[in-house]
């Protein structure tokens, strides 16, 4: 017998949770399909100190978790799965497929897509060859490993900030290397960087190769403004230089940018009338758990109204 859900989620962080949370509270049969555990990006986050109603801040794994149950509460279904494609409808009373692993696929009347996105990388020599071996995209998983030690932290924006001012918990001395004189990241957290004695700032320069046999032993860099060489030794190098949207699976199927985020209007409408987008793969300003939430819920409401505009009497 045919399964078919008035609206199926790929996506399971706090963008994807929320829709799930107002798609079941509004009664719609709902399926999550997360590749992995619930809660994207926020899971490697130490404190989130942003999102309203934590005075002191919370865990972001913690977070994750509490929005999951509240989710679950409200009847919501989660599959564990890679969604591999898409299959558009013919017509709108049609149903939307999605291709899952082992051959496996849901049917829906809406879609909501909320795949997050993933970590840049800076594809220099040294990068690849000393993953996990002193090269980390994440803070929280690793920097409890170089306590002690001397790191490098890779980046100008919130993240690399962030990241760097957790770290120092546990470095002898985190040096963060931008390629300009000026950093993205927010006020707050520049005051915050310029005033720990543990952090040091290498502007106007790139990393052009990370060094080392078993583990990271040095970073080559170079001054953009004088092209002059020069080599920190360092025993870690975390990059953390932004973000890349998992978009593939609209790719082809719907508009997305040049930097291939999901287009989508106020109501989070992508070109293709019943799929809606959310959270960090969608084209936006800002990205946060606050405003990927905020998205979550729009979503849903506008793809209840969708679904509720497909039966008959369009009730
Ligand atoms: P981001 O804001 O895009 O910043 C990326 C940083 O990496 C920029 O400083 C950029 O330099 C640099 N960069 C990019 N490519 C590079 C390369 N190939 N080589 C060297 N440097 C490179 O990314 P993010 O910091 O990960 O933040 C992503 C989003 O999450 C943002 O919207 C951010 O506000 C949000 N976020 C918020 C918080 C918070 O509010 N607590 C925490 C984390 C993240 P340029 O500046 O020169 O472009």
Request: aromatic share 6%; with cysteine; glycine share 10%.
């Amino acid at each position: 017998m045919r399964n078919v859900y008035d609206i199926v989620i790929i996506g399971g962080g706090p963008a994807g949770l929320t829709a799930a949370l107002y798609s079941c509270r509004a009664r719609m049969k709902t399926l999550l399909v997360e590749r992995s555990l619930c809660g994207g990006q926020v899971l490697v986050a130490d404190t989130i100190e942003n999102y309203p109603g934590f005075p002191e801040g919370i865990k972001g794994p913690d977070l994750a978790a509490w929005m999951l149950k509240q989710a679950e509460h409200f009847g919501l279904e989660v599959k564990m799965s890679e969604a591999e494609g898409l299959i558009l409808k013919n017509s709108p009373q049609d149903t939307f497929k999605v291709k899952l692993e082992a051959g496996e696929s849901a049917e829906a009347r809406a879609l909501i897509l909320a795949t997050g996105a993933r970590w840049n990388t800076l594809n220099i020599p040294g990068e690849k060859e000393l993953g996990g071996r002193g090269v980390s995209y994440c803070a929280t998983c690793d920097g409890p490993l170089f306590r002690g030690k001397d790191i490098a932290v890779i980046g100008g924006g919130d993240t690399a900030l962030e990241d760097a001012l957790f770290l120092t918990k546990f470095a002898n001395k985190v040096t963060i290397i931008h390629r300009r004189d000026k950093l993205r990241a927010t006020k707050i957290l520049q005051e915050r960087a310029f005033a720990n004695k543990k952090i040091e700032f290498r502007l106007n320069s790139v990393a052009v190769e990370i060094k080392g046999t078993d583990k990271v032993q040095s970073v080559a860099l170079k001054d953009v403004k004088s092209g002059a060489a020069s080599e920190l030794k360092t025993d870690g190098v975390f990059v953390l230089i932004g973000v890349t949207p998992n978009s593939g699976i609209a790719s082809g199927n719907m508009t997305i940018d040049e930097q291939k985020y999901v287009i989508v209007d106020h109501d989070m409408r992508t070109s293709v009338e019943g799929i809606f987008a959310c959270g960090d793969v969608r084209k936006k300003l800002l990205r946060q758990v606050v405003t990927a939430a905020g998205d979550g819920a729009t979503a849903a409401f506008a793809a209840e109204h969708y679904v509720e505009g497909l039966k008959p009497d369009g009730k």
